[in-house]
Nanobody, 120 residues
Framework: QVQLAESGGGSVQPGGSLRLSCAVS????????MAWYRQAPGKQREEVAI???????NYGDSVKGRFTISRDNSKNTVYVQMNSLKPEDTGVYYC??????????????WGQGTQVTVSS
């Protein structure tokens, strides 16, 4: 079984910063890509940022230049540093990891989500 545990959400004023973390635990061999998604009320879930095991990154257009994704492979943890936050960044942020183990092969796992609210 694989679990993803997110932390770091909260409320912040526009222009502020937050850092989200997501730690992967359980029975697995390796973690390939890791990513952050978000879902605002009434909207579809969208990809925020993705990072490969080698550290290659890609960002959604709405967060480029403001968010930075990183990972620590020794801790099986992915982070996203969110700066210059805007009200439209409000939503539930979900961690995603593509994990390989011998029993199930490669499959995607999701965290439970953490709320980010940007409001004055």
């Amino acid at each position: 079984q694989v679990q993803l545990a997110e932390s770091g959400g909260g409320s912040v004023q526009p222009g502020g910063s937050l850092r989200l973390s997501c730690a992967v635990s359980g029975d697995f061999v390796t973690i390939d890509t890791m990513a952050w998604y978000r879902q605002a009320p009434g909207k579809q879930r969208e990809e925020v940022a993705i990072i490969t095991r080698a550290g290659n990154t890609n960002y959604g257009d709405s967060v480029k230049g403001r968010f930075t994704i990183s990972r620590d492979n020794s801790k099986n943890t992915v982070y996203v540093q969110m700066n210059s936050l805007k009200p439209e960044d409000t939503g539930v942020y979900y961690c995603n990891a593509n994990v390989y183990n011998f029993a199930t092969g490669s499959r995607d796992y999701w965290g439970q989500g953490t709320q980010v609210t940007v409001s004055s």
